[in-house]
């Protein structure tokens, strides 16, 4: 069996894209996008070849359109993840109690739902009860950590809580807020489509809804309508990033959250006063999850293995066009620099691209080459690994393209199998796979991020949908590291606890990190102005990072004099 030299394969990975954009500007057919919208903004997120009608904003099942988790509803604060601090939105303020066993929302007057009916906190209590009530839509688990909600005044609610559980903040923050009157007659929330929102946000109403383009209208009842200055949103349908790009290049995407390869010369190139990106390393750390449920992946030796086999140098040049870096051993980004464990990377070799080594540490478990050249156990038979991914997501498909040239190179059986999101994430969440390239947690400490990697407290049965730890992994020895994350606010004892977290991360290796996923975000500022960016970060430009959009939905404005698309 022959193999790709490393040389070659760099060079047909170009070639195929390089290529593959000429094709689609003279073959691609784009749906419904050349008409004029004047005020609309397009703006392009998700890839779908086609939408479901969907604003479900409490189900983790339910594959909700853009912008329902905030730009349709909203929460209570924002945190902004460029300036480090907290933004009020339906709340105005909070206040812990002295021994962190309580938490105090002021709710915002004056705002009405969609509908004209007044928001009070009466509607941000049976949003929680709602999630107690039907636990499937406890995404965040903070029935978990929560006692009571009550509401002690008009404009103020209480959370009560069961223990210490700083990081609450952030889930009870971020929780969208749904009304009272509307789904207080729903039976079944969970099962919702939820077609015709009400709701506080921005844009609420769904003006046209076709299986190849929606566009949502402004709220007449918004309470913060004067940063609102556009008409509204509109959302073409694209399969894949390729398709999304094209329109990008055509100027037909004011707005957009994909990944696009060689940008400076194939965008901003082509209109530089007008095209703009800015993609800052503030993203979640990319893994290839591995089923550590089932043989052989629950064997750490072969996943150290599979780690020294991939050429993450590669990977990044070639899938990410040099957008990232290869990453941290321990997997935090640069998001959470100043908790990194330099000792605890520096322990983990395996982390290096070393095909020989892998090759002998595969050997010390028994794995020997046969005649057809993959490797084999004499009781477990070929080693083979299927690696799933996104079909339309081209970076971390060229990204699962590398992975598997390395584990071939190495005698290993392995492919990439594509799907679209929903069958993927779906897939994901039930543990259906073997492996998986996907992203993980963040918050601004390192709990969420090991909490969803190696807590037995975050591990489902397979079947059951799984907010992360899709890979099934679980040791008691994080126990105590994450406790002191969650009730202690004394900084040298958290990052004590985020240093021994980082070590039981290179102990246990639950899975495999890759790079850190830049925070997308690019723009044609022809039609519209404001957007944030390098020089002027008063938020992600990224549309990908929600609520946080919010901050971008509320600062965007149509040009006065806008120049038209040919």
């Known amino acids: 069996m022959s193999f790709l030299t490393k040389d070659k394969f760099l060079e047909q990975l170009y070639r195929a894209f390089l290529i593959g954009p000429l094709l689609l500007l003279q073959l691609s057919c784009v749906p419904a996008q050349q008409e ?12 779908k070849a086609s939408w479901t009608k969907n604003f479900n904003p409490l189900s983790a099942a339910s594959g909700a359109r853009w912008p329902t988790q905030g730009g349709i509803y909203e929460p209570l604060m924002i945190f902004n993840s460029m300036q480090d601090t907290w933004v009020p939105w339906l709340g105005t303020s909070f206040q812990w109690s002295e021994d962190n066993m309580q938490l105090r929302y002021t709710i915002r007057q004056n705002v009405r ?21 039907f636990p499937a839509l406890d995404a965040g688990g903070v029935w978990k950590f929560l006692d009571t909600v009550v509401s002690e005044h008009p404009q103020q609610v209480s959370f009560r809580f069961k223990k210490r559980f700083v990081p609450g903040l952030r889930l009870l923050a971020h929780q969208p807020i749904v009304p009272k009157h509307v789904w207080g007659s729903i039976e079944n929330p969970v099962a919702f489509a939820n077609p015709n ?25 918004y309470w913060n309508a004067d940063k609102i200055n556009i008409e509204g949103l509109r959302f073409p349908a694209y ?3 390729e398709q999304a790009n094209l329109a990008l290049l055509n100027d037909e995407i004011d707005w957009a959250g994909n990944f696009v390869p060689a940008i400076d010369r194939i965008f901003v190139q082509k209109d530089p006063k007008h095209h703009h990106y800015w993609f800052p390393l503030v993203g979640t750390m990319v893994f290839l999850y591995l089923d550590t449920a089932q043989p052989p992946f629950n064997n750490l ?12 140098d590669l990977m990044v040049k070639v899938a990410m066009y040099n957008y990232t870096k290869p990453a941290y051993p321990t997997g935090l980004t640069e998001a959470l620099k100043s908790w990194r464990n330099v000792k605890a990377a520096a322990s983990m070799d395996w982390m290096s691209h070393d095909p020989q080594k892998a090759r002998s540490m595969l050997a010390k478990q028994g794995y020997e080459k046969g005649r057809d050249g993959t490797l084999r156990h004499p009781q477990h038979g070929p080693l083979q690994l299927e690696v799933m991914v996104v079909s339309g997501w081209s ?7 590398v992975i598997v040239q390395n584990l071939k190179a190495i005698g290993i059986d392995a492919r990439v199998k594509t799907y679209e999101f929903g069958t993927w994430f779906e897939k994901m969440q039930k543990g259906h796979f073997q492996g998986g390239v996907a992203w ?3 918050g601004d400490s390192p709990y969420s991020f090991y909490k969803w990697l190696m807590s037995p407290e975050t591990v489902k ?12 992994f679980g040791t008691s020895e994080v126990l105590a590291p994450l406790k002191v994350l969650e009730t202690d606010t004394d900084p040298q004892r958290r990052h004590e606890a985020g240093f021994l977290l980082q070590e039981l991360f290179a102990k246990n290796f639950p899975a495999i990190p890759l790079f850190a996923n830049p925070a997308w975000g690019a723009f044609n500022s022809k039609r519209f102005e404001g957007f944030p960016t390098k020089e002027h970060p008063y938020a992600r430009l990224s549309p990908n990072a929600l609520p946080e959009a919010l901050l971008v939905l509320t600062q965007v404005k149509t040009k006065t004099k806008s120049e038209p698309s040919p």
């Open 239 to 241: 399969p894949g990033n």
């Open 197 to 221: 929102p009400v709701a506080t946000g921005p844009f609420t109403q769904v003006e046209r809804f076709e299986n190849q383009i929606y566009t949502l209208g402004k709220n007449p009842h």
């Open 36 to 47: 004029a919208h004047p005020g609309y903004m397009t703006v392009s997120v998700e890839q």
């Open 395 to 401: 970076d971390w498909v060229r990204a699962c393209q």
């Open 440 to 442: 993980s947690t963040e």
């Open 461 to 472: 049965p397979k079947e059951e949908l799984a907010t992360a730890n899709w890979h099934r």
């Open 113 to 133: 739902w969609s509908d004209g009916q007044t928001f009070s906190a009466e509607d941000v209590v049976f949003t929680f009860q709602l999630l107690k009530q």
């Open 301 to 312: 030796e072969i996943r150290k293995a599979l780690s020294h086999a991939i050429d993450r």
